[in-house]
């Protein structure tokens, strides 16, 4: 019987050791504006503008975590904010959003990811629950920012335009 409470003793002060993870913040963005030439155009001088408004829009976010597709404007639209928190640009397989998800689910601190605009919407609607959906981005609408809050045991989604910020 000794034996048994040690233990039980012993399984609630780790438990306890462990912490849970903190309150954080996902921002999903699409990338900027893009050239209109080649299979993975660069941004255009709007994009350009739009990257380092986004870096302006999160400079006071703590950001601790920035997640891109693959491509030139993916990552440029990342690049300001990635400079600017001292933050590598991690790359992530948009074909993947479950494995996606359950990395952002794990990480400590702000984070951003970068997509298109078939995925970003989708992404988003991981963490909506049993709220209304967002449906995928026209292919101009670049103006749009996902606001992710991620409690213990719940998450809150709002859509917003950069000039919101």
Do not use: W
């Not at 992530?92 to 494995?99: R, W």
């Not at 605009?117 to 749009?144: I, P």
């Amino acid at each position: 019987m000794k034996n048994l409470l040690l233990l039980f003793s012993l399984i609630f002060i780790l438990g306890s050791c462990t912490s849970p993870n903190q309150p954080k913040t996902i921002y999903i963005v699409r990338h900027a504006e893009k050239q209109l030439v080649g299979n993975d155009p660069e941004l255009s001088y709007a994009g350009g503008v739009r990257a380092i408004k986004l870096a302006q829009i999160l400079e006071g976010k703590e950001i601790k975590h920035i997640y891109s597709t693959d491509f030139v404007r993916t990552r440029n639209t990342a690049l300001p904010t990635a400079e600017g928190a001292g933050v590598p640009i991690q790359i992530y397989d948009p074909s993947n959003p479950d494995a996606l998800v359950e990395q952002l689910k794990t990480l400590e601190g702000n984070i951003l990811v970068v997509g298109h605009s078939n995925t970003v919407s989708q992404l988003a609607n991981f963490f909506v629950g049993e709220s209304e959906k967002f449906a995928d981005l026209t292919d101009l609408e670049y103006n749009f920012i996902y606001v992710v809050n991620l409690e213990s045991n719940s998450s809150t989604v709002e859509r917003k335009v950069y000039k919101d910020f």
